[in-house]
C-alpha cells in the first residue's frame, strides 16, 4: 500500500461513548487475559466507553471464549475471516471505532489504572490537540519491568516542538497514546511497513496537529525474548522499513531542518541495528542474520564507533565467540 488508507468518518450521532478502547489480537491467549483486566478495572461503563477485542484470525486459542469469559457481555469480539496482518487489523480496528477517542492497546500490552482519566483530562484541558500520551514502563513476557522510559517532559501539558522530536526517533508505544478518531478520518490510518509503521504515525499525526503528553506512568509495553529471532529480524526488514520510515517522515519536517532530522535518525537507528546484530550473535549464533543487520546499520549511517563495533562482532563470529 502505496498511502494511508481512508477512515470513514463515523456518523456524529447523539450517544456516542467518548472512549473506543480497540484491542488487536493475534496468538497472544496467555497475555491477553491481563490486557483485558487492566482495562476493566477502570471501566466507565458502556455509555463512556467501548471495549472490542479484533481477533486476527488467532490459532492458539477460542479467543471469542476468552473475550466472553472475562467480559461477561462486557467486551464486544471481531474475528478476521482470515488472518491479515498487523496494518489490516489496525485499520479493522479503527473503522469499528464508535468513540470519539481511540486507544488502540495490543493484547499483550497492559494499562495501569489512572489512564483513561489523565488521558481523558488532556483532551478537555487543550481541546485542540489531536493526540495525548503517557509515560510507560517496558516489561518482559513475565511482566517483570526492564526499564522506564525518559521524560519528555516533567509536567501535563502540550509538546513544544513535538515533530522534530518525533520525528528524529521513535519515543513512544501504541500502550501509550490516544488519537481523536476524527485525525484517523482526517489523515488515514497506518501503512507502509510492518516494523516502525507506528512512528511514521506519530510523525504524521506531529505534522497536522499539537499533541499533549503526561509524565506519569500509566502504560505498560510487553517486549518479547523471542522477537529478536522473529522473520523481520533475521532477514534485516526491521531496518530496511525503518529506513523507509525515516525517509517518509521527510515529508512531513520543515524544509530547513530535514537535513538535521535525517542525519539524527540514520545515525540513532545505525547504532541500534549495530546493536540487534549483536543480540541476534548472542541468541541464534546465527551468521547470515547477523552479517544482514551489521550491512543494513552500515548503508544508515558509519562513523569510527560503528566500524569499531561492527568489527567486535565479526571478530566474535570469527571466533565463535558470544
Known amino acids: 500500500m502505496k498511502s494511508p488508507p481512508i477512515i470513514k468518518p463515523y456518523p456524529n450521532v447523539p450517544g456516542r461513548p467518548t472512549w473506543s478502547v480497540m484491542i488487536p489480537a493475534y496468538n497472544c491467549a496467555h497475555l491477553l487475559p491481563q490486557t483485558l483486566e487492566s482495562i476493566l478495572i477502570q471501566d466507565p461503563g458502556p455509555e463512556h466507553m467501548q471495549i472490542m477485542v479484533v481477533d486476527d484470525a488467532s490459532t492458539d486459542a477460542d479467543i471469542e471464549a476468552l473475550v466472553n469469559e472475562m467480559g461477561k457481555g462486557r467486551i464486544s469480539y471481531y474475528r478476521q475471516p482470515q488472518n491479515v496482518g498487523s496494518l489490516k487489523n489496525f485499520e479493522t480496528c479503527i473503522n469499528l471505532s464508535e468513540g470519539h477517542l481511540v486507544h488502540i492497546l495490543h493484547g499483550d500490552d497492559r494499562v495501569k489504572q489512572g489512564y483513561y482519566d489523565k488521558i481523558g483530562s488532556l483532551f478537555q484541558q487543550y481541546p485542540g490537540i489531536g493526540a495525548a500520551f503517557c509515560r510507560y514502563d517496558t516489561i518482559d513476557e513475565s511482566g517483570r519491568l526492564l526499564w522506564t522510559h525518559t521524560l519528555e517532559m516533567d509536567h501535563d501539558g502540550v509538546l513544544d516542538n513535538w515533530l522534530l522530536k518525533i520525528a528524529s526517533k521513535q519515543r513512544l508505544q501504541f500502550c501509550t497514546i490516544t488519537v481523536k478518531r476524527e485525525v484517523y ?119 569510527a564507533s560503528m566500524l569499531i563495533n561492527a568489527m567486535k562482532i565479526y571478530t566474535k563470529m570469527m571466533i565463535g565467540r558470544v
Open 185 to 303: 478520518e482526517n489523515i488515514g490510518g497506518y501503512y507502509g511497513v510492518n516494523y516502525g509503521e507506528d512512528w511514521e504515525m506519530w510523525a504524521r499525526i506531529a505534522a497536522h496537529y499539537k499533541v499533549a503528553y503526561s509524565p506519569e506512568i500509566l502504560a505498560e509495553y510487553r517486549m518479547h525474548t523471542d522477537s529478536i529471532s522473529s522473520a523481520s529480524f533475521g532477514n534485516a526488514n526491521n531496518i530496511r522499513d525503518i529506513r523507509w520510515v525515516i525517509n517518509t517522515i521527510q515529508n512531513f519536517v520543515p524544509v530547513q531542518q530535514r537535513k538535521m532530522v535525517y542525519k539524527a535518525a540514520s545515525k540513532h537507528y545505525a547504532h541500534y541495528a549495530l546493536s540487534i546484530a549483536n543480540l541476534i550473535w548472542h541468541k541464534t549464533r546465527d551468521k547470515k542474520s547477523t552479517h544482514l543487520q551489521i550491512c543494513e546499520a552500515l548503508k544508515m549511517h558509519t562513523d
